[in-house]
T-cell receptor, first 116, second 114 residues
Framework: SQQGEEDPQALSIQEGENATMNCSYK?????LQWYRQNSGRGLVHLIL?????REKHSGRLRVTLDTSKKSSSLLITASRAADTASYFC????????????????FGKGTKLSVIP | DGGITQSPKYLFRKEGQNVTLSCEQN?????MYWYRQDPGQGLRLIYY???????QKGDIAEGYSVSREKKESFPLTVTSAQKNPTAFYLC?????????????FGPGTRLTVT
């Protein structure tokens, strides 16, 4: 099963509205990252939030992290048609015992459509 | 112009043939990764390398092989043992392989095996 699960699977909004996507995970993490993927392209890093942080901002993006609930949310304010993409959360998971062996595990993503 | 490149963008092969996907980075990153993405799915880790001449299996390594002879290159071979090789393959790199660095992704290679 996935470490990270995004919700909803798909979201359709009008341009100018806010978009909120959620991510839940199962095991303890050191940090959580959000990525964006345009159709048929590679992923682009948006923001990293560490386990001791509760909220982080970057431009029109706001990410929150609640480690007690094992959940994170990504808010995109004043959405634009160009924000249409899939958004993935990724958590670091221990792959091999020993230092430096944490790797990212990605959820299945939320597909966001912003209608002009 | 720093970045990570993958070639080719599209690749077509007949069943039973091995095929090698190229991944090159000029970011001077120590860590490199190969992921597989199926339609409507997230990314699944195939192999990763934290340093030259070292690599580790990810979650779905069966039917794949890699090498890391140079820091900037991490080619992936899809062998005939891979049962369902048709997928979108993404290569990524990061400054270090500790999970708390952002990963930079290439544009991907879409492999179709018939």
């Amino acid at each position: 099963s996935q470490q990270g699960e995004e919700d909803p699977q798909a979201l359709s909004i009008q341009e100018g509205e806010n978009a909120t996507m959620n991510c839940s995970y199962k095991t303890s993490i050191n940090n959580l990252q959000w990525y964006r993927q345009n159709s048929g392209r590679g992923l682009v890093h948006l923001i990293l939030i560490r386990s001791n942080e509760r909220e982080k901002h970057s431009g029109r993006l706001r990410v929150t992290l609640d480690t007690s609930k094992k959940s994170s949310s990504l808010l995109i304010t004043a959405s634009r048609a160009a924000d249409t993409a899939s958004y993935f959360c990724a958590t670091d998971v221990l792959k091999r015992s020993g230092a430096g062996s944490y790797q990212l595990t990605f959820g299945k993503g939320t597909k966001l459509s912003v209608i002009p | 112009d720093g970045g990570i490149t993958q070639s080719p963008k599209y690749l077509f092969r007949k069943e039973g043939q091995n095929v090698t996907l190229s991944c090159e980075q000029n970011l001077n990153h120590d860590a490199m990764y190969w992921y597989r993405q199926d339609p409507g799915q997230g990314l699944r880790l195939i192999y990763y390398s934290q340093i030259v001449n070292d690599f580790q299996k990810g979650d779905i390594a069966e039917g794949y092989s890699v090498s890391r002879e140079k820091k900037e290159s991490f080619p992936l071979t899809v062998t005939s043992a891979q049962k369902n090789p048709t997928a979108f393959y993404l290569c990524a790199s990061s400054a270090a392989g500790t999970g708390d660095y952002e990963q930079y992704f290439g544009p991907g290679t879409r492999l179709t095996v018939t």
